[in-house]
C-alpha cells in the first residue's frame, strides 16, 4: 500500500509571507498531483510532476517533485487571501491508477 | 474547455433506497475513476475503468456497483444505503498513457436520512 503524507495539516499566515507545503512518502510515484479544493467542490489541478528533480512555476506557486520521486513540495511566494485553501497531494503508482491522497493542507491567509 | 460532468449535485435519499450517480468524462478520456469523501478526509478510491472493463478496485462496498457505457460515461449504482454512506462523491477522468493527470468533476452530495 502507497502511503503520501502532507505537512503541515493547517497553516495560518498574514498576507505577503511566503509558506510551504511537503508531501512525503516512502514509495516511488510515477506521478504527483496538486490540487486545491473548495468546499464542495471537485479538487481542481493545479499541476502534475513526473520526472525526478522537476521544477514547475505556476504564477506565485513552485512545485518541486524529488529526485527520487518519493515526495514533492508546493512553495507560495508572497501569498494573498485569494491562496486562502485546502491543497491536496496525490500520487499515482503508475500511469492510469489509482490516487492516494496526502491529507490536505488547509491554508489561510490573513490580510 | 470541457470538463467532467457529474449529475445530479445533489441527492437525498432514506435508508435502504437506491441511488445511482451519473459522471460524464472529458472528450476523449479512455479512463474514469469514482472516489468517495468523507466530511474532512480525503478522497478514497472505489472503481475505476479503463476503455469500459473494470480496471482497478478500491474500498468499494459490495452493496455498490458501477459500470462504463460504450459512450464512455459512466454510473455508479447503490443499493440498500446506509446513513454511512452520506458523502461526496466524486467521478474523475484521464487519459492512461504518459502520466496524464485526472481531471475531477464537482461531485454529487449524497445524504442519506
Known amino acids: 500500500t502507497q502511503l503520501l503524507e502532507q505537512s503541515p495539516q493547517f497553516l495560518s499566515i498574514q498576507e505577503g509571507e511566503n509558506l510551504t507545503v511537503y508531501c512525503n512518502s516512502s514509495?516511488?510515484?510515477?506521478?504527483l498531483q496538486w490540487y486545491r479544493q473548495e468546499p464542495g467542490e471537485g479538487p481542481v489541478l493545479l499541476v502534475t510532476v513526473v520526472t525526478g528533480g522537476e521544477v514547475k512555476k505556476l504564477k506565485r506557486l513552485t512545485f518541486q517533485f524529488g529526485d527520487a520521486r518519493k515526495d514533492s513540495s508546493l512553495h507560495i511566494t508572497a501569498a494573498q487571501p485569494g491562496d486562502t485553501g485546502l491543497y491536496l497531494c496525490?500520487?499515482?503508482?503508475?500511469?492510469?491508477?489509482?490516487?492516494?491522497f496526502g491529507g490536505g493542507t488547509r491554508v489561510l491567509v490573513k490580510p | 474547455a470541457a470538463g467532467v460532468i457529474q449529475s445530479p449535485r445533489h441527492l437525498i435519499k432514506e435508508k435502504r433506497e437506491t441511488a445511482t450517480l451519473k459522471c460524464y468524462p472529458i472528450?476523449?478520456?479512455?479512463?474514469v475513476y469514482w472516489y468517495q469523501q468523507g466530511p474532512g478526509q480525503d478522497p478514497q478510491f472505489l472503481i475505476s475503468f479503463y476503455e469500459k472493463m473494470q480496471s482497478d478496485k478500491g474500498s468499494i462496498p459490495d452493496r455498490f456497483s458501477a459500470q462504463q457505457f460504450s459512450d464512455y460515461h459512466s454510473e455508479l449504482n447503490m443499493s440498500s444505503l446506509e446513513l454511512g454512506d452520506s458523502a461526496l462523491y466524486f467521478c474523475?477522468?484521464?487519459?492512461?498513457?504518459?502520466?496524464?493527470?485526472?481531471?475531477f468533476g464537482d461531485g454529487t452530495r449524497l445524504s442519506i436520512l
Open positions: 474523475a477522468s484521464s487519459v492512461r498513457r504518459g502520466n496524464q493527470p485526472q481531471h
Open positions: 496525490a500520487g499515482a503508482g503508475a500511469a492510469g491508477n489509482k490516487l492516494t
Open positions: 472528450p476523449r478520456h479512455d479512463t
Open positions: 514509495s516511488v510515484f510515477s506521478s
